[in-house]
């Protein structure tokens, strides 16, 4: 469905300095609006979900599975032991769903997942969906904060891209199963899930 159209839009680059500041400006004004839903977005309702269907059409692939779950479960304590504020955040915010507009604007757009919860989800979502690295994913914090971010709000946003990373690979798993195929793209957000875990445990050493 297509409720507005942007003639000479394009879609925000992640590799552009400047497409990332206008992004992550408008995300960051969104955030602050003061918007609110009726509903959440539970990452571990999602992660949940797609387990169980993972699970009853042909089981999750992956050797080391029960342990990455394991650690999945504690950072999912963990967030929820912080009781961070919730806000409307948009989840898909990828750099696709940024329209550049000919005049200087940028628009967001496709709002499916949308809910309210922990705003720095939004960010690990971006990054995850942007194969970045950590120099990009520090980057991107910074364009967000217009400083560089605290170590606790890196270490959730880090927390965050390993439970992104972790939801995607088994929404893949599950659409593999149903005749999809999405190449290293699983392979790549299992990895999100396994390699930012690691980097949340040695942050928790130091805070």
């Known amino acids: 469905k297509i409720a507005k159209y942007y ?14 500041s206008k992004c992550m400006g408008l995300l960051r004004r969104f955030h602050q609006s003061g918007l609110a839903v009726g509903h959440d977005f539970n990452i571990r309702e999602r992660i949940t979900f797609y387990e169980n269907l993972c699970l009853n059409h042909g089981g999750i ?3 080391d599975y029960r342990e990455i779950r394991g650690r999945m479960w504690e950072l999912m304590d963990w967030l929820d032991g ?3 504020p919730k806000v409307l955040a948009h989840i898909d915010s ?3 769903n940024f329209l550049m507009l000919p005049d200087g604007r940028a628009k967001l757009i496709d ?3 949308a809910g309210m919860c922990d705003p720095l989800m939004d960010l690990a979502m971006c990054s995850i969906y942007s194969y ?8 991107l914090m910074e364009a967000y904060f217009g400083r560089e971010p605290e170590e606790m709000e890196r270490t959730v946003v880090f927390a965050s891209m390993a439970l992104g990373g972790f939801l995607w690979s088994l ?3 599950y659409k593999s199963s149903q005749g999809d195929e999405f190449g290293e793209y699983t392979l790549i957000m299992y990895r999100y899930a396994k390699d930012c875990s690691r980097i949340v445990q040695k942050n928790l050493q130091k805070l």
């Open 82 to 84: 912080l009781g961070r």
């Open 7 to 20: 003639d000479g839009a394009r879609n925000g680059d992640p590799r552009s300095p400047e497409d990332i």
């Open 132 to 139: 970045y690295n950590i120099e990009e994913t520090e980057t």
């Open 61 to 63: 692939p992956f050797e």
């Open 111 to 113: 709002w499916e997942y």
């Open 94 to 96: 990828n750099f696709d």
């Open 171 to 173: 929404w893949a798993v």
